[in-house]
DNA sequence: GAAAAGATCTTCT
DNA sequence: GAAGATCTTTTCC
């Protein structure tokens, strides 16, 4: 079911993970409504070796290959979950992982689900789903829709996004699928090395 | 301030 | 049975 409201993330991976940049995730929990907006993302597919998908459809991958708008969310590392948006065609499994937002409403109640303040709350893929209250139970949910709902808001302008290496990946490293917003202070260090 | 290791569990080989 | 799209705490300069 490809629906036209989010027909500007049927596109490639790539284009998708630029596009999602300065747009706002709303997620309604406990009474509260959080907003936050994306400042850092990265892309995966089928094609890419570094990608759930790129052995085929799995049960678990299962939700990246819907159609565009819907959330894939995973756990890894025993411990956390990495929330991603579906992206591309329908039965393409391609889809864009958030990997830091900045928030716009409800810092309060995300600072305390958190259990710290400051950028630290949310500027990390697992730390996103521990202060927006996501697990895989929401995997495959239709962003259309509550208690999580996705905003499109204007594209930036390309001077605004910078392009970088993914992180925490040992596959496809040289790849250049990691966008953010040039100079944003929820944006990850770019070298991790281990 | 930087670096290393621990925590912890689902999925695929 | 091993590896993994990670985060926090501790340890050591």
Known sequence: MTRDTFAWLATPAEQAAKRLLGCELVREIDGHTLRVRIVETEAYDQADEASHTYNGRTKRNDAMFKSAGHLYVYFTYGMHHCLNIVCGPDGFGSGVLVRAVEP???????????????????????????????????????????????????????????????????????????????????????????
Request: glycine share 10%.
């Open 104 to 194: 716009i409403e409800g810092s309060d109640i995300i600072e305390a689900r958190r259990g710290m303040t400051g950028i630290n709350c949310t500027n990390g893929p697992g730390k996103i789903c521990a202060a927006l209250g996501v697990d895989r139970s929401l995997s495959g949910h239709d962003l259309s829709t509550p208690p999580i709902q996705l905003v499109q808001r204007p594209a930036l302008a390309p001077t605004a996004i910078t392009t970088g290496p993914r992180v925490g990946i040992s596959k496809a490293v040289h790849e250049l699928r990691r966008f953010y917003i040039t100079g944003n202070p929820y944006v990850s260090k770019a070298k991790r090395v281990r």
